[in-house]
């Protein structure tokens, strides 16, 4: 193909495979108080979003549990579940110049954040943002025309969506059953 015939417009970007999976944060305001007694969802609005172009190059879901070990003399030993604490998330990638301002902005947020990844259960989670930095220089990005750089966010889950329940807090609810 000569370059003649080549379209320079055509975003080569858009049309990886990567264009299906999305990686979306939305920091959320204060809840938002309705009228309407029979309301069982708390309605917050959204305050801005940050959707970076590129999907984490590491997105990683941590699980942890505390178990109640108890030895047994003939049987070895007996397992149960003493604590189940709330996921945490670690996002590491790259962003455009043009997001810099936003990851800052959801470092100072003190609020809570939806996050739409294909590994939170139900499309999203209700977090906060734990840590993170931003900063280094990754390299230039030629169809943008901006500088890319790294970032790294940390969520922890506040235990609402979690196991796909619909309890205020699914995670303290699930350790008050026991």
């Known amino acids: 193909m000569s370059s003649s015939e080549y379209n320079f417009d055509e975003d080569p970007i858009s049309e990886g495979p990567n264009d299906t999976i999305t990686f979306r944060v939305v920091a959320l305001g204060e809840p938002e108080v309705e009228d309407d007694e029979e309301a069982d969802e708390v309605s917050r609005p959204a ?3 940050f959707a970076p172009m590129f999907y984490p190059d590491r997105f990683n879901q941590k699980f942890d549990k505390e178990l109640r070990r108890e030895g ?3 049987r070895g030993e007996d397992v149960s579940l003493k604590n189940q604490k709330n996921s945490e998330f670690h996002a590491t990638g790259v962003i455009l110049e043009e997001n810099l301002r936003v990851v800052q902005a959801l470092a100072e947020h003190e609020g809570v954040v ?3 990844t294909p590994v ?3 499309g999203g989670m ?3 943002i734990k840590g993170g930095d931003v900063g280094e220089i990754e390299g230039w990005n030629p169809v943008a025309k901006q500088w890319m750089f790294k970032y790294t966010l ?7 969506d979690e196991f796909g329940n ?3 807090n699914d995670v303290v609810s699930s350790i008050l059953d026991q």
């Open 47 to 49: 305050l801005f979003e």
């Open 72 to 74: 047994q003399q003939c």
């Open 114 to 116: 939806d996050m739409f």
């Open 120 to 122: 939170s259960p139900n």
């Open 126 to 128: 209700e977090c906060y």
């Open 154 to 160: 940390d969520f922890v889950s506040t235990g609402l």
């Open 166 to 168: 619909e309890t205020e």
